[in-house]
Each structure stands twice: as C-alpha cells, then as structure tokens.
C-alpha cells in the first residue's frame, strides 16, 4: 500500500515562504511523474507542479517563477519551496504520485493560508 503524506503547510504573510515536502512510503523512483496539485472550497483542483523521474518539471502559469518543485529519491521525498505567495495561493495542497497513466495516489492535503 502505497502511502503519501504531506507537510510543512501552514499561515504566512503576502510575500512569505513555505516549503512544502511529501513523503512516499515506497521508493519514488517507481513513479513515473510526481505532482502538486491545490483546491479550495467549491473550486476544482488544479496542478501547481509536476516534475517527472527524469527531471523534467511543469508549473501552472500561476506559480511560474515563484514556486520550485524537486524530488530526492534517495530521501523518497518531494518538495515545492513556495516564495513571494500570495492571497491567491491559499488552498490546500495535494501530492500525487503516479507508476502509469492509471495508477496514482493520492496524499491526505495539507493547508497553506496566506493572509496579512
């Protein structure tokens, strides 16, 4: 049973920084892509970043320039170090992990609230 589970949410002031990481029960180099995806209340979740086993990464245009995603699969860890976040960032983040384009997982969210 494979197992995710984030940390490092938590509240911060407009311009601050968190960094995000997530913790696989299994070896991530298994997994062919890793991602961060986000969701708030009555809103769909949208992908914040995807970086694949071979390093290559995607960001949303939102977070262009702004957030880094990296993976270390000597650690099994992901991270997303968030800077210059905004209001607009606050939403619960989710690490997903997928071994195909039909089998991924899920971690249980971790909140980051951004607010003066």
Known sequence: Q???VESGGGSVHP???????CAASVSISSFIVM????????????LV???GNDGSVTYGDSVKGRFTISRDNA??????????????????????????VVSGYWGQGTQVTVSS
């Open 35 to 46: 991602s961060w995806h986000r969701q708030g209340p009555g809103k769909q979740r949208e």
């Open 75 to 100: 650690k099994n860890t992901m991270n997303l170090q968030m800077n210059s976040l905004k209001p607009e960032d606050t939403d619960v983040y989710y690490c997903r992990a997928d071994r195909s």
């Open 2 to 4: 494979v197992q995710l």
């Open 49 to 51: 970043a995807s970086i």
């Open 15 to 21: 311009g601050g920084s968190l960094r995000l990481s």
